[in-house]
């Protein structure tokens, strides 16, 4: 069992280069079954998840080739239906993609109920709805989600009751090469919904209005390969751009678009923390005392649920009571936990976590228990004096890349450890 083990109380000083998004290249990655040729991805980040999802279409019959570090050419020509493997789709979130892929492409499609983060109850009612709208049939039972459809799938117009990132991304795969149009009303608005629509675009879909809450799509015969470069991770710049404020440092967040990272960027400024936008970095500063504020996350625009464990790791540092707001997902806030046993003080009251800004954090053994919760443990780590140990960490590596040795050429002083070296 690897762990991390950080020394805390040093300002992070420098630059920090940020990957691709890992929650772009998903639905991008399964969307290639789909495209039924040669596509090259590009900026795909080093993470697991990432690998995850390689492997996958790899087993369905896809020929991947690596090209350099974060680039991977997929031929999915060979791949075969109902051809998912089970137990690796389970371990992931992003893994329901192939549905509507393999929907598109085949006219059935099964997979197992996917996994991921714990962050409560999440149901995929809505992509199956949307499935169902195109004509699908779709059962689903504790062994998985299984769709198929005799005749092709036939464009609709789809009001989603939930603006779930995950079936909008789903519908907009199966809808592509529907007969006719389809309309998704209520869609989510993320960056990398607009990603995905310029990906199967770039493939000679026909997609409009992604990015606003009407999506239409007309549905074309058939695509084909290209070369797409995925755009940068908002959630891991947003973490950096945290932990420079955490820790009193100054750090540039390089190869971002600042536009995504507007939310977290106006929290910062209110909270007292300088923030420089260039054109595609950020600069964040900060020397003083940090101030409450209240967050409410939201769908996109609206304030990231996946910066919500970072941002209380700073509102525990800030001066006074604050409100953390969790109106996205079901259950966030189980991290709460881990950050008092470093001395935060942090009540949760069903959606609400009320925060009162304690001086500085303690050092103390605790555990990732999500993705960005071990995100925001590492922040605190590095924001507290003395030694902390992080376990758990293959949650934060999912989605992080590498983060020690981004962290370290910073000036943090972290290191990944083993049980026998601990
Ligand atoms: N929801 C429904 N029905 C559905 C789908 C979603 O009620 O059919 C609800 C969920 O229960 C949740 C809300 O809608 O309360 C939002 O879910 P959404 O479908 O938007 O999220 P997701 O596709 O399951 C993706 C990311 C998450 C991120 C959310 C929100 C991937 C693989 N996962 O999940 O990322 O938190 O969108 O932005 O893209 C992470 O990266 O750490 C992570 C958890």
Redesign the pocket.
């Known amino acids: 069992m690897e762990k991390l083990r950080i020394s805390g109380g040093r300002p992070l000083l420098g630059t920090i280069n940020i990957g691709g998004m890992?929650?772009a290249a998903?639905?991008i990655i399964f969307a290639t079954v789909l495209v039924n040729d040669i596509c090259v991805l590009e900026n795909l980040p080093d993470v697991s998840?990432i690998k995850t999802a390689l492997e996958i279409v790899r087993l369905m019959g896809a020929e991947i080739k690596q090209i350099d570090n974060y680039t991977y050419s997929i031929d999915t020509r060979s791949v075969r239906s109902n051809s998912v493997p089970l137990d690796l789709a389970r371990k992931?979130?992003?893994s329901y993609y192939v549905l509507g892929a393999e929907l598109g492409r085949f006219g059935r499609a099964f997979t197992s109920l996917p996994g991921?983060?714990n962050?409560?109850?999440?149901?995929?009612?809505?992509?199956?709805?949307g499935f169902e709208a195109l004509g699908a049939t779709v059962n689903c039972n504790d062994q998985g989600v299984s769709c198929y459809t005799e005749s092709p799938l036939v464009g609709a117009s789809i009001y989603m009751?939930?603006?779930?990132?995950?079936?909008t991304?789903n519908i907009m795969i199966a809808a592509a090469t529907a007969k006719g149009k389809t309309v998704i009303d209520n869609a989510?608005r993320?960056p990398?919904i607009v990603d995905l629509a310029n990906f199967l675009n770039s493939c000679g879909a026909n997609i409009s209005g992604a990015g606003t809450e009407v999506i239409k799509i007309h549905g074309v015969e058939k695509l084909h390969g290209g070369n797409y470069a995925i755009i940068p991770d908002m959630?891991e710049a947003g973490t950096y751009m945290i932990a420079a404020a955490a820790t009193k440092g100054d750090l540039t967040i390089s190869n971002v678009i600042p536009r995504h990272l507007e939310t977290t960027t106006r929290k910062l400024v209110e909270m007292g923390v300088n923030v420089e936008e260039g054109d595609d970095y950020v600069r964040v500063r900060f020397d003083g005392k940090l101030k409450k504020v209240r967050i409410k996350t939201d769908?996109?625009p609206g304030f990231?649920?996946?910066m919500n464990p970072q941002f209380c790791v700073l509102l525990c540092l800030a001066e006074g009571h604050s409100v953390l707001t969790e109106s996205?997902?079901?259950s966030r806030f189980k991290y709460t936990d881990e950050l008092v046993r470093m001395g935060a003080k942090i009540s949760v009251q069903g959606r609400d976590a009320h925060i009162d800004g304690v001086a500085s954090l303690n050092s103390a053994n605790v555990r990732a228990v999500?993705?960005?919760a071990g995100a925001a443990m590492v922040i605190a780590a590095l924001s507290a004096n003395g030694k902390t140990i992080i376990e758990d960490i293959h949650h934060i590596e999912r989605?992080y890349e590498d983060l020690v040795g981004k962290l370290r050429a910073v000036g943090a002083d972290i290191k990944k450890i083993s049980d026998t070296n601990a």
Do not use: W
């Open positions: 890992k929650n998903l639905p998840d992931m979130r992003g991921g983060c962050l409560g109850a999440r149901p995929i009612d809505q992509h199956i709805k009751d939930v603006a779930s990132v995950g079936a991304a989510a993320e990398h959630i769908f996109y990231p649920t996946d996205v997902m079901d999500d993705l960005r989605g």
